[in-house]
């Protein structure tokens, strides 16, 4: 097993995440097998209960995993599957030592962080670097693993040379310490370090800095890491004078020193380490030459290509509660941009606070209600994606209930499933006091009721979570074509409360039109809800967004998709090819061959890439959201 640690310096986000899942696609590209190993460095066994502002979305694995939503980037980036056990958190390796220690397993030895930890740690990455993760039997190739937090950022003494730890490298310590050895362990040949960090660029003089990377570099080297590689994170390719300075300084070949510059979408970056020759520097140092071919990027590279030229947009209202961070919604992201592009759409997020839509918004803030109605009158589909708790849950009611009445295409995740029918009920149905017993246990037509494997009061563990299969109860529905005809899907779910129906209820709501099309193993557990006489309005109570792929866009994503641009009827007379359905070309400088769709709109224009950001993120959408 060969294995490629990544680690970063100098500041967080600087997109590691994003360097090891590209890294992986470079690899499988010259032909060699990839997994993927995150370690983040907190004290939480998972990622579980972790609030979205804090630290992103939660992403949810077929084994019902609840990790870091850099695991999302692999499976979407290396089209794999990944274990809980991919994620290796702190809290994991000192539980797994402790529950050790209770059982006498060190016969009464006094167990410490070294060697017992960090023993644990290097025992951990080597039994989970060879369950494969591609379908295949047998284990990878190569083991790329991410250490999360950032490292190497020691401050120095001016006096005594003496490091001053902060909390970063206090949390990571353990782990660099296994890592260390380990790299001894496994022996020259089989171990390559790929250390990210930032060459800024200072507006005052325009110049790169290479200090920043230096002081990095040195900090990693006294910690017992040395980096065969350089990623250098910057918002222009590096100076060539800025490669020798720190080749000289940080004694890496400057042959070995990427640039990581801002580009026009994330795609393009396994492009920036194959034109750099990276794949090159990493199969030298883990003595590969010979066994892998020149990397194969032909349809990575016109996926971006295509991706930059897209001109005419579509426009989705994201309704929600966590929209002022990006990374709250980042699978549901990512899933509408691989729809928009099978259906050669610019996307354009246009992110609705659901409180902004409600009443006593009017009244607090009457502009910010003002603003968000306009964004949701605009919008050419509306999507409610998942969260929990009652804050906000009015206003989604609200975008469901406009979706329902104005024909607008609409696809409720989870919670916005749950809304839709409460919606439903109390709009259609007239039921007024229909609710969630999430939202008031003691309402008198509980349309969405506590679920009974889960748990009123452990946060942790206690939700319905990973791939259950789904049967689809109706045949000639949008949900069922969407899917290829099939008679079942196996989607991931996460939630605590899913939309039970009573059964003296579910005649009366298919009476009034809500057609319940899809159902779990037991038929009690509604999966997936429909509105026949609607365009598209589709709820389901999974998360389709975990298993969309670049070149796989989920089916409901595009079902949204394709009928807020008109190619909905098109898509589904041939559901298996999406791509199908708009003839399209990319020419050698990536511009789009001028194409008529369905709906009458013309698309062809060459996109003008927007200015991207310089915070850390590799570049921009046109609202100025990384993606």
């Known amino acids: 097993m060969k294995y490629v640690l990544v680690t970063g310096g100098v500041v967080s986000g600087l997109g590691k995440g994003v360097t090891a899942s590209s890294i992986g696609v470079v690899l499988k590209a010259c032909g060699l097998r990839v997994t993927s190993i995150k370690i983040d460095p907190y004290l939480n066994t998972d990622a579980g209960t972790m609030s979205p502002f804090e630290h992103g979305e939660v992403f949810v694995l077929d084994d019902g995993g609840e990790v870091d939503l850099d695991l999302g980037n692999y499976e979407r980036f290396l089209d794999i599957k990944l274990t809980c056990d991919n994620n290796i958190t702190t809290g994991k390796i000192y539980q797994s030592v402790i529950n050790k220690e209770r059982r006498g397993d060190y016969l009464g030895k006094t167990v410490q962080v070294v060697p017992h930890i960090t023993d644990a740690i290097q025992e951990w990455i080597e039994r989970v670097a060879v369950i494969p993760v591609d379908g295949k039997e047998g284990p990878a190739d190569v083991c790329v693993i991410e250490l999360g937090g950032t490292i190497g950022a020691t401050i120095f003494s001016r006096h005594n040379n003496n490091g001053i730890l902060d909390a970063g490298d206090i ?23 790929v250390h990210v960090s930032l060459v800024p660029v200072l507006s005052v003089v325009g110049e790169q800095k290479t200090k920043p990377t230096q002081h990095s570099v040195r900090g990693l080297r006294g910690l017992g890491l040395t980096p065969n590689i350089l990623a250098c994170r910057s918002t222009k390719v590096l100076n060539e004078n800025v490669k020798e300075k720190l080749s000289q300084f940080c004694h890496v070949p400057a042959s070995n020193i990427i640039t990581l510059n801002d580009v026009t979408n994330i795609w393009h970056i396994p492009l920036l380490l194959r034109d750099q020759k990276a794949h090159d520097a ?51 992201w990512k899933a509408l941009l691989h729809a928009s592009v099978a259906c050669r759409k610019k996307l354009v997020v246009d992110w609705v606070p659901s409180t902004d839509l409600e009443d006593t918004t009017a009244k607090e803030a009457p502009d910010a209600y003002k603003a968000a109605w306009n964004l949701l009158k605009g919008a050419d589909g509306i999507l409610v994606p998942g969260g929990f708790g009652d804050r906000g849950v009015q206003g989604k009611i609200l975008a469901a209930k406009y979706a329902r009445e104005k024909n607008v295409p609409y696809l409720g995740i989870c919670l916005g499933m749950q809304i839709a029918v409460i919606e439903f009920a109390r709009s259609v149905m007239n039921l007024q006091d229909a609710n969630s017993t999430e939202f008031d246990p003691d309402t008198r037509t509980p349309c969405v009721v506590f679920m009974p494997e889960g748990s009123k009061t452990h946060m942790g563990a206690t939700m319905r979570l990973g791939s259950r299969r789904t049967y689809f109860e109706v045949t000639d529905c949008k949900a069922a074509k969407l899917y290829g005809n099939v008679s079942y899907v196996d989607e991931r779910h996460r939630h605590r409360y899913e939309s039970q129906v009573n059964p003296d209820m579910v005649a009366k709501f298919e009476s009034a039109g809500l057609a319940f099309v899809g159902k779990d193993e037991t ?16 709820g389901v ?45 990319i020419s050698s400088n990536g511009v789009f061959s001028p194409k008529v769709y369905p709906n009458g709109h013309q698309n062809g224009h060459a996109y003008k890439p927007v200015k991207s950001l310089v915070n850390g993120n590799y570049y921009a959408n046109g609202n100025g959201v990384h993606v």
């Open 171 to 193: 949390e990571s310590m353990p782990f660099i310490e296994a890592l260390g050895q380990f790299s001894y362990r496994v022996g020259p040949g089989n171990f390559c370090l």
């Open 282 to 332: 990493i199969l030298k140092v883990l003595n590969l030459q010979g066994v892998a071919r020149e990397p194969d990027l032909d349809e990575w590279t016109n996926r971006a290509k295509l991706c930059d030229s897209l001109h005419d947009p579509v426009r989705i209202a994201m309704v929600g509660k966590y929209t002022g961070l990006s990374d709250s919604y980042l699978s549901v």
């Open 523 to 538: 038929g009690k557990r509604m999966e997936i809800i429909e509105l026949p006489a609607h365009p598209y309005f589709v």
């Open 541 to 585: 109570q999974f998360h389709p967004e975990f298993k969309s792929r670049p070149g796989k866009p989920s089916a409901l994503f595009l079902g949204l998709i394709a009928s807020s641009c008109g190619q909905l009827d098109a898509l589904l007379q041939n559901p298996s090819q999406p791509n199908k359905h708009i003839p399209a070309k």
